[in-house]
């Protein structure tokens, strides 16, 4: 059976991703896509690195005989004929490594695939052109990554008191914006308008006014893992 990543790996990929479930939910809540591109490019950066973590986890060399980075393309062939990791993952890390190097995009003559939005020739690419639709399917491949190559992540998150603030943050991303907030497909659903007002009670526990929660307030709420209460 493979190696799933090290709690090392672990901590690190939570801080990371939680700084861009922010400026998703930011972008969520205010109807906008400012930080689309953004995220993108930190999403292309984390697969790479979630991948190199597996692989060494797995006993994949990372450096070559020079000590210098291999080839990212090198170490996926490696993993590929890694005798112990199962054909499952593999076809799906496949599957995943088209969807972000597959040029199947285009901005005026430019054909370009996720990847390429480091790059210099699409660095002129305006933030709105980069489509919802997108970078929410983005976000789905990049949890479909996370869950093939280490199944229990997201518990292992959730157990971390360090960390829990982190997998409210993703759980309630993953069902309102990845899955559309269908029941159909996460299973549950999620009262939008309970997360945005805050009702404040009298001492009988009488509703007696009611607020709109600022984008902070609404984050710091998710964070908490409140939602789960209604």
Known sequence: MPQALTESDRE?????????????????????????????????????????????????????????????NDILD??????????????????????????????????????????????HLNLSDIRKETVVRVWRKFYELITTLDPNFFEYTKNRPELRDFYYLQDFFKVVVVDGNDERISGRSINLEKVKREEIKDRRGRIKETRQRSIWDIIEYIKSGKYLEF
Request: glycine share 4%; charged share 30%.
């Open 78 to 123: 490696d993993i590929y004929r890694h005798q112990d990791i199962p054909d499952e993952i593999k076809n799906k890390l496949r599957e995943i490594n088209d969807f972000f190097t597959s040029k199947q995009f285009s901005f005026q003559t430019i054909s370009y695939s996720l990847k390429d939005l480091r790059n210099e020739e699409t660095h």
């Open 12 to 72: 690190a990929l939570a801080i990371r991703w939680r700084r861009i479930l922010i400026l998703g939910l930011i972008d969520f809540f205010n109807v906008t896509n400012d930080f689309g591109k953004m995220i993108i490019k930190e999403i292309v950066d984390m697969r790479e690195a979630v991948i190199k973590a597996f692989a060494r986890c797995n006993g994949i060399d990372l450096y070559s005989s020079g000590n210098r980075w291999r080839r990212f």
